[in-house]
C-alpha cells in the first residue's frame, strides 16, 4: 500500500467501469471525509485507452492496454475487474488473488458458472473478493445477506432482478403491444442489448438468483441445475388475462429452503396485483426475502446502469479499504459462511415442485371442448380452480380458454398438457405459466 492512499486499478472501462470511476472521482472527498481513506485510481487498462477520452481518464497515471501492468504493480491494493465474460475475466481475478491483491467485480456469469475456483482461491489467500455490483444493480443486496441478516436463516428470496425483462413486461401491460414491438423499442432506448437474449430468456436472471440462494442457503448451487423459462413466449392475450384475474405476470427469480433440499428456478410467474413485487415496474429491480427471525424485507432500486452499479462496486472498494487501513484480517467469508464452498442440498426437479398453474389453451369452440380438457386435467389429478372464456366468439372459432389450477406437481401439468395438445380441437401448443401466492 502506498503511504496515505489506498490505490485502485481497474480492468475495463465499459458502462460499468466508466461508472465506477466517475463514483470515484465525483465523490472522492466525500468518501475521505466519511471513512478517513484517500482511495486513488492509479492504473486503468482497457483495449480502447487510446481513444478513450473521458476528462478522468486523463488525470490517471497509468493507462495501459496490458492488465500485467495492473496485477504485477506492487502498489495496487485492490483490482477491479469490469470487463466481464468467463475466459480474460476469470484469468484477472486469480491473477490478481495469486498476486496478493484483493479484487472487486461485478461479473455474475462468471461467478454463477465458475465461481467455485475462484470463492476458493479468494478464502484461500485470505482475499475479499467483492461482488455486490453483480446483482441488482444499485440495491444492496450482497452485504445484507452476509452481514445484516447474519443472525437469520434466510428461507425464501424472490427476485425481479432483469430490469430488460421487467421493462418489456410493463410496457406490455400499460401500452398493450405484443412482445416482439416492446422488445423493439427497448433496444432503441438503450435498454435491450441487439442480442437480448441473456435478458429475455432468464439467464441473466439466473446467474443472480444462483448467487443469491448460494449466500442464502449456505450452498454452493450449481447453476446448470438452476429451471430456466423466459418470456419471449408471453403474449398480449396472456397479460391480458391475468388482469382479468387481478394479477400480473413477473420474471421472476424464486429460491426457497426446505428442509433436505433446496428449489431455484427462474420463469414468468403470475402473483396477485396487490402483491408488493407487482407493483416494481419498468427497469427497476426488487428482492424480496424471508427470514425466520426478521420476518419480510424487500430491497428495491434501479437494477442496472453506469452509476448504480458503478456505486455498487464502489461500496465494496470502500469496505476492502476500510479493512486494509485498519489492518483487520479478513472478516467476512467470500460467500457469507465457514464451509466448503460445495453442494450442500440438491436442487429440487422442478417437475417435483408442487404450485398452482395458470394454463391457456387455444381450442375450437364447439360443445363438449372445456369439459373434455377438464377431464384430461381430472385424470391427472388436478383440480380447476378457475375458469375463464371469451364472451365474443362465433362457433368454430379457435378461442382461448384459460384455467387456474389448485396446486399439483409440475409432472402432472406436463402430462396433462401433452395430452391434451394431441387432442384434433386443440390449436397451437399450450401456454404454462406458474402462480405464486393466493388471489
Known amino acids: 500500500m502506498a503511504s496515505g492512499k489506498i490505490n485502485v486499478g481497474i480492468v475495463g ?38 481513444s478513450i477520452t473521458n476528462k478522468y481518464v486523463k488525470d490517471i497515471e497509468v493507462k495501459t492496454k496490458n492488465i500485467d501492468d495492473i496485477i504485477n504493480d506492487s502498489e495496487i491494493d485492490i483490482v477491479v475487474e469490469l470487463i466481464g465474460g468467463y475466459t480474460v475475466a476469470k484469468d484477472v481475478i486469480l491473477k490478481s488473488l495469486d498476486k496478493g491483491k484483493h479484487v472487486v467485480t461485478a461479473n455474475k456469469a462468471l461467478l454463477a458458472v465458475n465461481g ?21 444493480g444499485g440495491i444492496p443486496i450482497i452485504r445484507v445477506l452476509k452481514e445484516d441478516l447474519a443472525a437469520n436463516n434466510v428461507n425464501e428470496i424472490y427476485g425481479i432482478i432483469n430490469g430488460t425483462a421487467n421493462y418489456i413486461l410493463s410496457k406490455m401491460e400499460s401500452e398493450g403491444k405484443e412482445f416482439d414491438e416492446v422488445l423493439a423499442d427497448a433496444q432503441r432506448l438503450g435498454y435491450a442489448e441487439s442480442d437480448p437474449t441473456f435478458d429475455v430468456e432468464g439467464i441473466d436472471t439466473a446467474h443472480k438468483i444462483a448467487i443469491l440462494s448460494s449466500i442464502a442457503f449456505q450452498t454452493l448451487v450449481p447453476f446448470e441445475e438452476i429451471f430456466v423459462e423466459g418470456i419471449s413466449n408471453i403474449k398480449q392475450v396472456d397479460i391480458d388475462f391475468a388482469k382479468k384475474l387481478n394479477c400480473k405476470i413477473k420474471l421472476l427469480a424464486i429460491a426457497k429452503k426446505h428442509e433436505d433440499d433446496i428449489e431455484v428456478r427462474v420463469h414468468p410467474t403470475i402473483i396477485p396485483e396487490r402483491y408488493i413485487l407487482s407493483k416494481v415496474n419498468d427497469v427497476f429491480n426488487a428482492i424480496y426475502l424471508v427470514s425466520d427471525k426478521v420476518d419480510r424485507t424487500i430491497h428495491y432500486g434501479r437494477g442496472a446502469g453506469s452509476l448504480p452499479t458503478g456505486s455498487a462496486v464502489v461500496g465494496d472498494i470502500i469496505s476492502i479499504a476500510r479493512d486494509i487501513a485498519s489492518c483487520s484480517a479478513k472478516r467476512v467469508p467470500t460467500l457469507g459462511f465457514k464451509s466448503e464452498y460445495e453442494p450442500q442440498y440438491p436442487v429440487r426437479d422442478i417437475n417435483e415442485i408442487t404450485s398452482s398453474f395458470y394454463l391457456r389453451f387455444s381450442a375450437l369452440d364447439k360443445p363438449g371442448v372445456l369439459s373434455k380438457i377438464a377431464g384430461v386435467l381430472g385424470k391427472y389429478g388436478i383440480s380447476i380452480k378457475s375458469a375463464i372464456q371469451p364472451g365474443d366468439r362465433a362457433p368454430g372459432d379457435v378461442v382461448p380458454l384459460v384455467f387456474m389450477t389448485h396446486e399439483t406437481k409440475g409432472r402432472n401439468i406436463n402430462n396433462a398438457v401433452a395430452e391434451i395438445d394431441s387432442l384434433e380441437y386443440v390449436r397451437d401448443k399450450t401456454v404454462v405459466l406458474r402462480v405464486e401466492g393466493s388471489r
Not at 14 to 41: A, F, P, Q, Y
Not at 118 to 129: P, T
Request: aromatic share 6%; proline share 0%.
Open 13 to 50: 472501462l465499459g458502462t460499468v467501469g466508466m461508472g465506477t470511476l466517475t463514483v470515484l472521482k465525483d465523490n472522492r472527498s466525500t468518501i475521505l471525509n466519511k471513512t478517513g481513506i484517500d482511495i486513488n485510481v492509479k492504473s486503468v487498462c482497457d483495449l480502447r485507452i487510446d
Open 116 to 136: 467455485k475456483e475462484i470463492f476458493k482461491k479468494s478464502e484461500d489467500n485470505g482475499l475479499y473478493l467483492g461482488f455486490e455490483g453483480s446483482v441488482g
